[in-house]
């Protein structure tokens, strides 16, 4: 039964992951460069660019992020090295790095990222120009964590297949 609870906690961590750190390098693929929205984009609700940032906002990724964060305490707790991890002890501290990497840009979402997106998208009343800061503020938001995912896939991987970096 353990072993079925591990693959199946595995298999969700990992699509979890593809669809939230996935959305980030969409994100970073399709718009490699920063256009701040304008005034004129975020006043006109039925402006091709609002309409495309909203097209863009889905509760999808950002679900996916707690379902991947999750997924992945309940593989540390399931194999008996939470604990190990979270205090960075041991060999265990290879996939603790990860794990604070991940709950720092699981934090960076939810707390700076979908806030200030809210504003942007005129889900949370802000003024105008407040919105036009938002949007640059959800921009390094969201690259901040596409390059923290670099280390975090990093240590993840070499958790399980790099002793040879940590012994």
């Known amino acids: 039964m353990d072993q079925i609870i591990d693959f199946l906690l595995r298999w969700v961590h990992f699509f979890g992951g593809i669809i939230w750190v996935g959305h980030n390098y969409a994100s970073m693929i399709q718009r490699p460069a920063f256009r701040p929205p304008s005034r004129e984009d975020l006043g006109d609700e039925q402006s091709p660019v609002y309409m495309t940032l909203l097209g863009r906002e889905h509760g999808t990724f950002r679900y996916a992020a707690i379902v991947t964060w999750l997924t992945g305490v309940g593989m540390l707790w399931q194999r008996g090295v939470l604990l190990d991890a979270v205090s960075l002890n041991g060999y265990q501290a290879v996939i603790g790095i990860g794990f604070w990497i991940g709950t720092l840009m699981l934090a ?48 993840m991987a070499a958790s399980q297949h790099g002793t040879a970096l940590f012994v």
Not at 111 to 137: D, H, M, S, T, Y
């Open 108 to 155: 960076n979402l939810w707390l700076v990222l979908w806030p200030n997106q809210k504003k942007v998208l005129g889900f949370a009343p802000a003024p105008l120009e407040e919105r036009v800061r938002c949007a640059r503020i959800t921009f390094l938001s969201s690259r901040t964590n596409t390059m923290l995912s670099i280390p975090l896939l990093f240590f």
